[in-house]
């Protein structure tokens, strides 16, 4: 078993930036990949990024270029750094790990942005 602690969002204006961090109550190295997912209101949970084990990221194609996410093995955790925000990106973030086949959630954090 594991928890993890999101971290990080709040409001913020179209253009501007935030840092999503997550936290694992223990040690991240035997995960497969980790990643960010987000959902809307009235919309599907849907993956933002994501990492492997070996540090290969994946963006989905609306955040490419923004977006970046890294993992730190040793400090347990996950980040996701937000740039040039824009309102479509309001969504509760989730942390998400997977130890195959299970699948770790975080309880999410709140991320609005205001145009």
């Known amino acids: 078993q594991v928890q993890l602690v999101e971290s990080g969002g709040g409001l913020v204006q179209a253009g501007g930036s935030l840092r999503l961090s997550c936290t694992a109550s223990?040690?991240?190295?035997?995960?497969?990949?980790m990643g960010w997912y987000r959902q809307a209101p009235g919309k599907q949970r849907e993956l933002v990024a994501s990492v492997t084990a070996g540090g290969s990221p994946n963006y989905a194609d609306s955040v490419k270029g923004r977006f970046t996410i890294s993992r730190d093995n040793a400090l347990k955790a996950l980040y996701l750094q937000m740039s040039s925000l824009k309102p479509e990106d309001t969504a509760v973030y989730f942390c998400?790990?997977?130890?195959?086949?299970?699948?770790?959630w975080g309880q999410g954090t709140q991320v609005t942005v205001s145009s």
């Open positions: 223990r040690s991240i190295f035997s995960f497969n990949r």
């Open positions: 998400n790990a997977v130890a195959v086949p299970l699948h770790y």
